[in-house]
């Protein structure tokens, strides 16, 4: 077993039996990291950026109907199933994907700019199976930007060789003219622009492995960093990891971690001590 190597950092656990949890709706089985709807703890309300992180499973023939968003940064982190996006922005078209609108499978990431106003939908339209995906809020680092939405596909070849960043802030930053917003380029290449000062990444660590993240990922200015890690609950339980080689941060399925005072470029460690491969995503922000 490795030992800590980031003695100053605090690590706390937030258990997956502590989340708020909702089935009221019948069609909908959620998980709230953070408070959300109904669901409030004054302890639990956001982690720098980090406003929102719920985790989903939807019915067949049943989801979320068009509603409105503004001034949050939204992405869906689909991990089995498929989930259909449409938004204001966009007309229904049927069949095929294009760019009228969206049918997400496994690896695929869907964001949306709410800034002045959007309307969207995230519903699952097959028959017999069921979509298990995250949800994810950020604050945007002003108000009032415009609407936008990004749909990416990151593969799971590609995250068992370690970490895959998804998100990065948009390179151009807070003052991006209208040109600098249309060409959408992050800081990070290969990633989603964010308008945020936030890098998610995820990744599929193999029973007795051990990935690194290196905080900051090389993309923010900013020395003071907090880092959220979450398990999803993907493999019947059987999955677990251990942060920082430290024996009282292990997470199991559905378990999240607050790790707070580290700095960009501190290196934290995840080690896979689970029956099988653990899925991680990580969410790396100011």
């Known amino acids: 077993m490795s030992k800590s190597i980031l003695n100053n950092a605090k690590i706390t656990l937030r258990k997956s039996a502590e989340r708020g949890h909702s089935t009221e709706l019948g069609w909908l089985n959620s998980y709230f990291t953070f408070s959300f709807a109904g669901y409030h703890d004054s302890r639990h309300t956001q982690f720098g950026s980090l406003r929102v992180l719920n985790e ?18 939204i992405f869906s982190y689909i991990l089995s199933g498929e989930l259909t996006h449409r938004d204001s922005m966009i007309s229904k078209d049927e069949g095929v994907q294009s760019d009228k609108f969206y049918r997400m499978k496994r690896g695929d990431v869907q964001f949306t700019t709410g800034g002045r106003g959007i309307a969207h939908s995230e519903m699952n339209e097959q028959k017999s199976e069921p979509v298990h995906f995250l949800q994810i809020w950020a604050l945007p680092w002003k108000r009032g930007l415009t609407p936008r939405y990004h749909t990416r596909h ?58 690194e993240w290196i905080v900051g990922a090389n993309a923010t200015q900013r020395t003071k960093r907090k880092v959220y890690v979450h398990v999803p609950m993907t ?47 990580v969410i790396d922000t100011a």
């Open 56 to 73: 989903d499973r939807v019915k067949p023939m049943n989801g979320f109907g068009t509603h409105h968003h503004s001034n949050a940064e």
């Open 154 to 211: 990151f593969d799971d070849e590609s995250k068992r060789q370690g970490f895959v960043k998804i998100l990065s802030p948009l390179k151009a930053g807070e003052d991006a003219t209208e040109q600098q917003e249309q060409e959408a380029e992050p800081t990070v290449p290969g990633t989603i622009p964010i308008h945020s000062d936030l890098v998610m990444s995820a990744a599929l660590i193999a029973p007795g492995k051990q990935f």
């Open 235 to 281: 493999q019947k339980g059987k999955a677990k990891i251990r942060l920082d080689g430290r024996e009282n941060a292990e997470l199991s399925e559905g378990d999240g971690a607050y790790v707070d005072s580290v700095n960009a470029g501190d290196k934290l460690t995840f080690e896979s001590i689970g029956e099988v491969e653990a899925e991680v995503v």
